[in-house]
């Protein structure tokens, strides 16, 4: 008995049937398939961001200062030396001679981007990107003059006015010092398995994990290679735990603080 011709109502509340393609399948649009793959590309794309954006971010930094630096060690090669002359000459009440102020800043900077994109000693370049950072925006208080015609920033005004970019940027690298990291959303949390593993870790299992690596003062590496998994896997079960332990201990004001929309 062949089965009932299936239609659909249009706009104008005209009656169309949908007619089966050759395999018995009706030809209607795939939307539900195309939303799942590009939702799949988002939680890969999100994931990558969360796992590696800082590390990104960190080397961005590092090559423009270590590139800049470099430029100010050689005398003119930087677009900006006659800037930095004046505002070092300015900051010293002429103390320091332009030249010399440029090629110190050129060396600092040049090592500043080195430590950076080694990892070295970050809370020592922390502390000295911040005030690298004060430095380059100190113009724009020292010698406004020069980078503003009126209201509208001259071509090195907007030279100095991008570096404010930075010292976001710098102020991101600072939260990490003392373990501030992006984590991944409940949305794009996904099953995990050990090295070897037969299934995905249990909640168990993870606690464990992580639990031993903090007891034994083992770093997201360390982790990582004793119980075979990643260094990214264990610093997302590591803050889920701390996340759910502030959680469990907010007092009942708190809570109710938080559930009030």
Not at 13 to 26: F, I, K
């Amino acid at each position: 008995m062949p089965s009932p011709q299936r239609s659909w109502i249009t706009a104008s509340g005209h009656e169309r049937p949908l007619r089966a393609n050759g395999r018995g399948r009706l030809n209607t649009v795939r939307t539900t398939s195309s939303a799942s793959r590009l939702a799949r590309i988002d939680t890969a794309a999100h994931r990558f961001l969360v796992d590696r954006s800082l590390l990104l971010l960190r080397w961005a930094v590092g090559v423009i200062f270590a590139l800049f630096g470099a430029l100010k060690l050689v005398p003119g090669a930087s677009p900006a030396e006659s800037l930095v002359m004046e505002a070092i000459q300015a900051m010293t009440f002429d103390l320091v001679p332009g030249r010399a102020g440029v090629a110190f800043t050129g060396a600092i900077e040049l090592v500043l981007g080195v430590l950076l994109l080694t990892g070295r000693l970050r809370r020592l370049t922390i502390y000295v990107l911040a005030l690298e950072l004060l430095g380059i925006l100190a113009p724009l208080v020292l010698l406004p003059s020069r980078l503003f015609d009126g209201v509208m920033p001259s071509l090195e005004g907007q030279y100095v006015l991008k570096d404010i970019i930075l010292f976001a940027a710098g102020m991101v690298l600072a939260a990490t010092i003392r373990g501030g990291r992006l984590v991944a959303g409940a949305g794009t949390a996904q099953p995990t398995k050990q090295q070897g593993a037969s299934g995905p870790v249990s909640a168990d299992e993870k606690l464990r994990i992580v639990l031993e690596s903090i007891r034994a003062g083992h770093n997201s590496t360390d982790a990582a290679r004793t119980h075979g998994i990643t260094p990214q896997e264990y610093r997302r079960w590591r803050d889920e735990l701390l996340d759910g332990a502030v959680a469990n201990m907010a007092s009942p004001e708190e809570h109710a603080s938080t559930s009030r929309p």
